[in-house]
């Protein structure tokens, strides 16, 4: 499993763009500022601010998809059996390959007595919110403002022109 999603916007961007100049309102806007990166990270399906991962999948010979993009890295493959003991595994028991696209793959090259693979590793699009793309971030700002001025009502649904930045970056995902 990933770590919750890290911030896309710094604090200091989303109190300006709400116009927001006492402290205040600091940690509503923290709050803010996490939900809007992770609903971001839920619609382009994508990790978006680098962060380490840990996995389980299949324990099989065939190539296993990380449900997890775009991999930066696999750092770490481990056998877990029936009673949940993890056995890290050789270099040589397994094979890993990170593809064009950011997708992970990891397959079995020896039989081991496991239910499962553990595959530990990094994902994300940036190292910091800085490497992220302007649309993506102007969509957390956008959607920050939202949530703010909505807060004590009913927020809705994403608006329309955040879902525009967004949609060039999302990734479908057919199986």
């Avoid at 896309?8 to 989303?14: K, L, P, Q």
């Avoid at 923290?30 to 999948?57: H, K, M, P, W, Y």
């Avoid at 969509?139 to 809705?156: I, K, M, N, Q, S």
């Amino acid at each position: 499993m990933a770590t919750p999603a890290e911030p896309i916007v710094t604090m200091s961007e989303a109190q300006a763009y709400v116009r927001i100049e006492t402290g205040e309102e600091e940690a509503l806007v923290a709050g803010l500022i996490r939900t809007a990166s992770a609903i971001c990270e839920a619609f382009i399906n994508q990790v978006v601010v680098a962060r380490e991962f840990e996995l389980d999948l299949p324990a099989s010979g065939a190539w296993e998809r990380l449900p997890i993009t775009p991999v930066r890295s696999m750092t770490t493959v481990a056998a877990v059996d029936a009673a949940g003991v993890v056995t890290p595994l050789d270099s040589g028991g397994y094979a890993l390959d990170v593809d064009f696209a950011g997708d992970g793959w990891v397959r079995l090259e020896q039989a081991v007595d496991a239910s499962r693979l553990r595959v530990g590793g990094r994902a994300g699009m940036a190292e910091d919110e800085n490497g992220v793309p302007e649309p993506l971030r102007q969509g957390v700002l956008r959607l920050v403002a939202h949530l703010f001025t909505a807060r004590d009502g009913d927020g809705g649904e994403v608006p329309a022109a955040v879902t525009a930045l967004w949609r060039p970056h999302r990734r479908m995902r057919l199986s």
